[in-house]
């Protein structure tokens, strides 16, 4: 009987992992007016998403990300499926006045290079360099839906929550004003369940248009 309630236990409490533990909140972004699902981490790094309100599972929907970095990081990712591999990142650094994106796939522990798969448009609103941090706005198509028959197709529900995953370096880019830059390994990864429910926008394609 003991080992019994012990089990049930168990279950009890994986269970309220999986659901119970949202790591991200809602942000209304002031300037663009989206609302997203933001995480930031202990570095002050915000990685924030926007969804539209008509975004279906299995579905590769619209995103916007936007991702609000200290002055002195040399370069922050997003990884949207919550692992360095096989999954589209969203790589930011700061080049001078400008705010650089890479969109990026790494197939394994190394450099990743440049991944064609998710197609970015920078917002001219939300995008932007002062003393203290660089920003970029970005609309992504590509980034809620990946992978082949080879390697499986994932997409990210927008009813749900999901591991998403970030990495920083402090050390500058190779080449910054070059979007397929080499860069060096990141000094802390981590990961955090994120709250897509909290980032549905309503009016999604008035605010990208607002903001273009
Ligand atoms: C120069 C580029 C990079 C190198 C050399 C590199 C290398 C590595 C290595 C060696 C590990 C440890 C693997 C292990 O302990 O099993 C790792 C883990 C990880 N890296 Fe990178 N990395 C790079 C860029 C990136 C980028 C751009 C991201 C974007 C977010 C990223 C995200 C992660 C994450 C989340 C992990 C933890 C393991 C996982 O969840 O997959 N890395 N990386």
Redesign the pocket.
């Given at each position: 009987m003991r080992g019994f309630l012990a089990v049930l236990g168990a279950v009890a409490s994986l269970a309220g992992a999986a659901l119970g533990q949202v790591d991200s909140s809602k942000y209304v972004d002031p300037e663009t007016g989206f609302t997203f699902s933001q995480y930031v981490n202990e570095k002050g790094i915000a990685f924030r998403v926007a969804i539209p309100a008509t975004a279906k599972a299995n579905d590769n929907y619209e995103a916007v990300v936007q991702i609000a970095v200290p002055i002195a990081v040399g370069w922050a990712?997003?990884?949207w499926g919550?692992?360095?591999?096989y999954n589209p990142?969203t790589?930011v650094w700061v080049n001078g006045k400008d705010v650089v994106l890479s969109s990026?796939m790494?197939y394994g522990?190394?450099?990743?290079p440049a991944y064609d798969g998710a197609v970015y448009t920078v917002l001219k609103t939300g995008t932007h360099v002062n003393a203290t941090h660089y920003q970029v706005t970005a609309t992504c198509v590509g980034c809620t839906l990946w992978g082949d028959t080879d390697t499986g197709i994932t997409a990210i529900d927008p009813t749900a929550q999901g591991t998403m995953?970030?990495?920083y370096a402090a050390a500058p880019v190779t080449t910054p004003s070059n979007n397929a830059s080499?860069?060096?390994?990141?000094d802390l990864?981590g990961?955090w369940i994120h709250d897509f429910p909290t980032a549905v926008n309503a009016n999604f394609n008035a605010t990208v248009a607002k903001n273009a």
């Open positions: 990712g997003l990884a919550g692992s360095m591999t990142l790589i990026r790494a522990y190394y450099v990743p995953a970030f990495a080499s860069f060096s390994i990141h990864i990961h």
